[in-house]
């Protein structure tokens, strides 16, 4: 490219960004809430296996999933309580996700947070011990103790006891339901059309 050539008129024009609804975008959170809690559990059954010579990639893939898990649950939950009543979801299932999922927003913030020297919000989430005394376990919310695919201690967390409530919203909101939906939504739209005008010259 020249000096004088316009850096705009010679690169591709990128096409516009469709956007998403609120609904897509709380599908898209619990879909991937979902898949990244699916994912760790394969590995710590052993359906799923990493193939090294390090240990160590083993157990940073599991954290690295367990912390994806924590991201996306959060962020589903942060939208549901922004457009609240917007999905028509059912009562029951909202109110228990929010009851299970509200102590994940605090997880996630300190695994995110916990080491800052400072925030500009002044507010600093520091880790802080968690007993889980049924299992004799002890932990802070950065670290994780697996004890079996359905025991994924994290702080005050057994992540499968969240993972609960966030497959049940998926079947609700998740990406089939808004599926079928729409194609609900479709079918009503055509059976509302008015009908053809009946001729009367006949």
Not at 31 to 56: N, P, V, W
Request: proline share 6%; with cysteine; aromatic share 6%.
């Amino acid at each position: 490219m020249s000096d004088n050539e316009d850096p705009e008129r010679s690169s591709p024009q990128l096409p516009q960004h469709p956007g998403t609804t609120p609904a897509q975008s709380f599908a898209m959170m619990l879909e991937q809430s979902c898949k990244s809690f699916e994912a760790l559990q394969s590995l710590i059954s052993g359906r799923t296996k990493i193939i090294s010579t390090d240990f160590d990639v083993g157990s940073t893939v599991q954290t690295a999933l367990a912390q994806s898990f924590l991201f996306y649950t959060s962020r589903s939950y942060r939208i549901l309580r922004s457009v609240k009543g917007a999905f028509g979801l059912p009562r029951d299932v909202r109110k228990e996700f929010e009851r299970v999922v509200a102590p994940v927003v605090t997880v996630r913030d300190v695994n995110e947070h916990g080491f800052d020297i400072s925030r500009a919000s002044g507010k600093v989430s520091k880790p802080s011990m968690h007993a889980h005394s049924e299992h004799s376990a002890a932990l802070d919310e950065t670290s994780m103790i697996i004890l079996d695919e359905h025991t994924i201690l994290m702080g005050p967390l057994n992540l499968c006891d969240v993972y609960k409530p966030v497959e049940a919203m998926r079947a609700v909101a998740g990406f089939q339901a808004l599926f079928w939906q729409d194609r609900l939504q479709s079918e009503l739209s055509h059976t509302r059309q008015d009908p053809p005008p009946v001729r009367t010259d006949l």
